[in-house]
């Protein structure tokens, strides 16, 4: 007998949020109430076409920003056989960024739209759940200064904040805005309670295609 699937969870969010915390606090506690669970992020750094994107976002190397938008998109896409099977077996996989930081990213750069940016991610596993993690710039930029990456101005990042305000428009995405500027604990409980009712749904639909 085939056995029930796992969900897609994946959690955005402005940096700082608080994103990589609650994937790891979340799967902690859906292990340790006995449903498998595996964290994942993106951009994954340990694949030959990850090495090529911590290269660029370290500033160790330039890419043309085309470029460099597809190769996040193919690092996805290099992951989903590993995905599918995972979820297959019944494991719920809590992924940190998926490719709404990768629309949000490149169409904050001069001369993109979000429909190009969008395009090389149609039908990647859709996740069952997209939880965006609130968190205004001053209260974002109580948690310290940023790192020295690429992207990290908080010029650029209020544009990133506009645009996943666009992408969460879009009905067919499972979002739920929560608010991370409650304590770390509480933020747990919102993510947590979102995330049981999406594992309930999904034993029970076949997993989708995005923006398909
Ligand atoms: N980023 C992340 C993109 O520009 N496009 C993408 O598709 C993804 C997944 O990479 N500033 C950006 C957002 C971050 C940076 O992410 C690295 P992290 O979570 O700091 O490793």
Redesign the pocket.
């Known amino acids: 007998m085939a056995s029930k699937r796992g969900a897609l969870i994946v959690l955005e969010g402005v940096?700082r949020a608080g994103k990589t915390t609650q994937c790891k606090k979340l799967v902690q506690a859906l292990q340790a109430s006995g449903r498998p669970a595996e964290m994942m992020?993106?951009?994954d750094r340990t694949t030959t076409i990850g090495q090529l994107i911590s290269a660029y976002?370290e500033k160790k190397s330039d890419l043309e920003d085309h470029t460099v938008h597809l190769l996040?998109s193919a690092n996805r896409w290099e992951l989903v056989p590993l995905m599918k099977q995972q979820l297959d077996r019944g494991i719920t996989l809590v992924v940190?960024?998926?490719a709404f930081?990768?629309v949000a990213?490149?169409s904050a750069k001069p001369g993109f739209c979000m429909d190009w940016c969008m395009k090389p991610d149609v039908g990647l596993p859709k996740p069952d759940l997209v939880m965006f993690l609130q968190l205004n710039p001053a209260e974002a930029a109580l948690r310290g200064q940023f790192g020295s990456?690429r992207?990290?101005t908080s010029a650029f990042q209020k544009s990133v904040q506009q645009k996943f305000k666009q992408l969460m428009k879009d009905p067919s995405v499972n979002w739920k805005v929560i608010d991370a500027s409650k304590n770390v604990d509480d933020v747990h409980d919102d993510i947590k309670h979102h995330s049981l009712n999406a594992i309930s749904a999904a034993e029970n639909t076949p997993l989708g295609e995005l923006w398909k």
Do not use: A, K, N
């Open positions: 940096d992020r993106f951009p976002l996040f940190d960024r998926y930081s990768g990213f490149t990456e992207y990290e």
